[in-house]
């Protein structure tokens, strides 16, 4: 293994390190990608809401594939991972802010959770899938109000963030990439309460030649019954990649006791792993009381006046949970004037 910038091949870290991104390139195999480990992190995300085990778990999911995906802007920007759906979990929102913070809320149905818990055999995990039903998953990403949003969308049909994440680079950048997920509840003794982890590893094909890159056509579905339709073989070096990512254990990723650089160089002993400065993750919310009188303030005139109970308004983050109070009159007369169309 090799680190970077500027260092000899040597031994990998021993010592694990929770809320990092690790970046990573196998130069043998034109394969590059991240490892994320939360910890403490994912818990103070957690902690804003009481969320049964399930939902954890899946936002868990979700914040780790928001991380790998939004560690990778080159300038200060927002990295936004939104789903709406019609399963048990009918919303999730991580909004990753570059460099480093990161903040998420889920919203579920208690009813059809019970009723999928009920319809799963005894002892039997819940399927990411299966809490997020049908409907679409969609990235954004915001570089501010000087650059036009860019926003990439899925469906979800059934299948979890990991396959929407590849529907995801096969549809919308056709770079070939392969991501894994996981999340854990880590049980603590004496009665201590629980924590969660996640972790997660995100590794693309990226060979100088762009001809090694052949992707796959969309099957045109209306062809004749029986008409040889075009295969697209994959480069060998990524065949090479997918298998030994195909390797890796839930378990590894979530092991607090296994560095990011022990569990690459598992992964890529053999061809040779360079890893790159490691990035802090922190949750954070970005909201305030001023961010929040601006929101309001793009509100007409009546629907400022509609929020008033008891002559104050109160405002609360889906995010943190914090409570915004104001009195009427700082909201009801502020912000643009009221105009007919505006």
């Known amino acids: 293994m ?76 927002r990295f936004i991972l939104q789903t709406r759906t ?13 460099p480093q913070d990161v903040r998420a809320y889920a919203r579920f149905d208690a009813e059809k959770l019970a009723a999928l818990q009920a319809s799963l055999l005894a002892g039997a995990a819940f399927d990411s899938g299966a809490l997020l039903g049908h409907g679409h998953l969609a990235m954004t990403i915001d570089q501010g109000l000087s650059v036009n949003r860019y926003q990439g969308v899925v469906a979800l049909e059934g299948g979890g963030l990991e396959a929407a994440a590849h529907q995801y680079f096969t549809q919308s950048e056709q770079i070939p990439t392969r ?6 509840e880590e049980m603590h003794p004496g009665g201590a309460a629980s924590s969660w982890r996640a972790g997660g590893l995100m590794v693309q094909f990226l060979p100088s030649e762009g001809g090694r890159v052949r992707p796959v056509d969309l099957h045109p579905g209306d062809a004749p019954e ?9 480069d060998d070096a990524w065949t090479e990649t997918q298998s030994l990512v195909g390797t890796l254990e839930d378990v590894e990723l979530v092991d607090a006791d296994l560095s990011s650089e022990r569990l690459l160089y598992r992964l890529f002993h053999e061809r040779g792993v360079r890893v790159f400065d490691a990035a802090a993750v922190v949750a954070k919310c970005s909201c305030s009381r001023e961010r929040v009188m601006g929101v309001l303030a793009n509100f007409s005139q009546e629907e400022r006046a509609s929020l008033v109970e008891d002559g104050r308004i109160g405002v609360t983050c889906e995010f943190c949970g914090r409570t915004y109070a104001f009195k009427a009159e700082e909201i009801v007369d502020a912000g643009a004037p009221d105009s007919a169309g505006a």
């Open 179 to 184: 991501v894994r997920l996981a999340v854990a």
């Open 226 to 234: 029986g008409t040889e339709l075009p295969v697209a073989d994959e």
């Open 86 to 98: 019609d399963g048990p979990v009918d919303l999730l929102v991580v909004d990753f802010a570059a």
């Open 2 to 77: 090799t680190s970077h910038p500027h260092s000899q091949s040597r031994a990998p870290d021993a010592h694990a390190v929770d809320d990092r991104v690790t970046p990573f390139h196998v130069d043998a195999l034109d394969a590059r990608g991240r490892v994320v480990r939360l910890g403490a992190s994912l818990d103070a995300v957690l902690a804003h809401h009481d969320y049964p085990a399930p939902v954890k778990r899946l936002l868990g999911e979700a914040v780790a594939l928001t991380v790998l995906l939004g560690s990778t802007l080159k300038i200060e920007g």
